[in-house]
């Protein structure tokens, strides 16, 4: 109904010569009355309209300004009020005011694009989150964010042809967690994403890493950093 009602005024608006302006914003505190008046006004008659729902308006025949409304918002927020005057059965374009009521902060931007969903049949991703919500470490994000930083830095190592063997690329990433954490640190985490290698990685260290163990390792790397970047 409401939709209806402004579509009404805007098309039936553009034919008219009257004119109407309120003010940009009007203020006031949760269940003040807070009157509004146009700043500029031809016409003998003001009807108003709340766009928003929690602003009441009071109902015209109450008020002994017909130019003017009173509205009341028990809600800290910020709502948009339509105005509009007529000449005979010719009405104007409307205008609309924002009243704020209390201290809603700024107008609110586009939203944000939430973060997709969890993959709830990623088996890794459920078991480091469960473990990183038990883990009892008051810098255990800063730690994580510094964990995910070793294994973004690990799938570069895992591509690079310097590094020849698989000990050589679980030697270089224990030296880059080195270099971020102690031995301690996140251990349990470690634990686990280090029995993720195993599964993908021959156990012996001497042996020469091939195309298929360079892509599973830099797969698994730039995974359990994309996993490690979204614990809070």
């Known amino acids: 109904m409401r939709r209806a009602i ?27 009355f807070i009157t509004i008046k146009p700043s500029k006004l031809e016409g003998a008659k003001v009807r108003y309209v709340s766009l928003d729902s929690g602003l009441s308006v009071f109902p015209a025949e109450l008020l002994t300004d017909p130019t003017a409304t009173v509205v009341v918002g028990n809600k800290p ?11 005979g059965d010719v009405p104007s374009l409307p205008a609309y005011t924002v009243v704020v009521i209390g201290s ?11 973060p997709p969903p969890p993959d709830d049949n990623d088996a890794l991703a459920l078991a480091l989150r469960g473990i990183f919500g038990g883990h009892q470490d008051a810098e255990k994000a800063a730690k994580a964010a510094a964990l995910a930083k070793v294994f973004r830095q690990g799938a570069d190592l895992a591509r690079d042809p310097d590094v020849k063997t698989v000990g050589g690329l679980l030697g270089g990433l224990r030296a880059l967690a ?38 599973a390792a830099a797969k698994l790397c730039t995974h359990v950093a994309k996993i490690l970047e979204g614990l809070r």
């Open 178 to 215: 080195r270099a971020s954490l102690k031995p301690d640190d996140l251990r349990p985490l470690r634990d686990r994403i280090a029995d993720e290698a195993d599964r993908l990685l021959p156990l012996d260290p001497a042996v020469v890493l091939t195309d298929e163990h360079r892509t």
């Open 6 to 32: 402004i579509t009404t005024l805007l098309f039936a608006g553009c034919v008219s010569g009257q004119h109407i302006e309120l003010p940009t914003q009007i203020t006031g505190e949760p269940g003040s």
């Open 104 to 114: 809603p902060g700024p107008a609110p931007g586009p939203e944000p694009t939430p």
């Open 77 to 87: 927020g910020r709502y948009r009020v339509l105005g509009y005057t007529a000449k």
